[in-house]
């Protein structure tokens, strides 16, 4: 029988983008990843996710300290997205971060030399890869 680790993932930023990864890991009980957690700096975003049955965190610091969590989504606004990647990172967290992932190619540099020097994993959420025009555009390139 195959031992199936289920991730406990952690939303930063609960508005739309989360939203989507909440109907694709929740809604549809995807089984390999778990929403455990939301951090929003909105009072009102915490609300609804507790209507979900999410965890919600009071600072970001929290959710970094839970050590249930083993995977933060990183769903801000594209500024946010270096520091809080890199402080996840720091926390022993591994990170999916949205795209744009940030503002310059520098900044991503520091984000990928931190998931070195912590030794954990950092990707970027590349949701179109499979779609349909994207596999024909690559097809025919």
């Known amino acids: 029988m195959e031992n199936k680790t289920i991730h406990k993932l952690a939303i930063i930023g609960f508005g739309g983008m989360a939203h989507h990864h909440k109907t694709e890991l929740h809604d549809k009980k995807f089984d390999r990843v778990q929403i455990h957690g939301i951090y929003d700096i909105n009072p009102a975003k915490l609300e609804e996710a507790k209507t979900y049955g999410f965890k919600t965190y009071s600072s970001k ?3 970094f300290a839970d050590p249930e969590t083993d995977m933060v989504l990183v769903a801000t606004t594209n500024e ?7 402080e996840a990172l720091a926390a022993g967290k591994n990170v999916i971060c949205e795209k744009p992932v940030t503002i310059s190619s520098a900044e991503l540099e520091e984000i990928m030399d931190a998931a070195k020097k912590y030794g954990k ?3 970027v959420d590349q949701n179109r890869r499979t779609n349909k025009d994207f596999v024909l555009m690559k097809r025919t390139v």
Do not use: G, N, R, W
């Open 61 to 63: 610091e929290e959710l």
């Open 80 to 86: 946010a997205h270096k520091s809080l990647a890199i």
């Open 121 to 123: 994993v950092f990707t």
